[in-house]
């Protein structure tokens, strides 16, 4: 496999605020300049893919394109042991058109319908993309249980009501530094630093 070009600045193809502010802290200890697609005015393409790494990969390649530029997108979210996987990548939708997750945390504990089984993973695929057309994937994993009702305000998305196994706070209680350090997206950017020899 070729070397990867050296990044020196990056478009993060997401208009969620929340996993902008992610991506930028994970990067900023690299002293990669980062643009949000947002910031740029790009359009969001339409996720026609079937799973994560496809849907991240059609972010990051009409991000790149579109910006003549490297992007990385996201693709991320929560899949229940006991929905069978969903809500997975329509975790957004569920949160409906105003990306209301309140409304989302409470679809997913009425699926739930008081079942024992509370266990879900957060999935993060990351698709890094050259204009050329190149891309590299990343996916990152981190196992836990639901709980109701939700706790805490940190975080976003579904985080007040993921418990990762082994700790007693949720991902709305614990502090940004320590979820940034464990969760899914990080274990995908760690992935990505590797392969790219990336170092702060």
Known sequence: MSALPSLERLVIASHNPGKVREIEALLVPFGIDC?????????EPEETGISFAENA??????????????????DSGLAVAALEGRPGIHSARWAGPQKDFRQAM????????????????????LCLAWP??????????IEGAL???????RGFGY?????????????????AARKHAMSHRAKAFQQLV???????
Request: charged letters at 25%; one cysteine or more; a negative charge.
């Open 35 to 43: 643009l949000s697609a947002a910031a740029l005015g790009l359009p």
């Open 57 to 74: 990969a059609i972010k990051a390649l009409a991000a790149s394109s579109a910006a003549r530029l490297p992007a990385l997108a996201d």
């Open 106 to 125: 409470a679809k997913v504990e009425e699926a739930l319908a008081g079942g024992a089984d509370r266990r879900a993973a957060f999935i993060c695929n």
């Open 132 to 141: 050329d057309g190149r891309t590299r994937s990343f996916e990152g994993r």
């Open 147 to 153: 709980v109701w009702p939700p706790r805490g305000d």
């Open 159 to 175: 985080d007040p009501m993921f418990q990762p196994n082994g700790e007693r706070l949720t991902f709305g209680e614990i502090e």
């Open 194 to 200: 590797s392969a790219l020899s990336l170092s702060p």
